[in-house]
């Protein structure tokens, strides 16, 4: 502990504050679970719309609710622009 007028001594290794990027192969079990939780993603001309159910979200309410850092984030999306799983979901039929 330092005393009163020390400078703070910080750790010598700040990695911790770090997020680790998430392996291309776990990303379709997040997108899984954003699923479950009612979230899907459409792809635009105007960009990607995020939807919970028929309500419109902001992506920074995603990011800060699945706990996710901007490149963390943008590692995400890369990967759905890509392979686009959340394609037929949210699509009401029309019969």
Not at 35 to 56: A, V
Request: one cysteine or more; a negative charge.
């Amino acid at each position: 502990m330092s005393e009163r007028g020390e400078p703070v001594k910080w750790r010598a290794h700040f990695n911790q504050l770090i997020s680790r990027p998430i392996p291309k192969k776990a990303i379709p079990k997040l997108i899984a679970k954003m699923i479950e939780d009612g979230l899907y993603c459409e792809l635009t001309i105007d960009g990607y719309q995020w939807y919970s159910g028929r309500y419109r979200v902001h992506p920074i309410s995603i990011r800060e609710i699945w706990s996710l850092s901007r490149s963390q984030w943008q590692r995400v999306m890369d990967y759905i622009y890509e392979e686009n799983p959340f394609e037929g979901i949210g699509e009401e039929d029309d019969e």
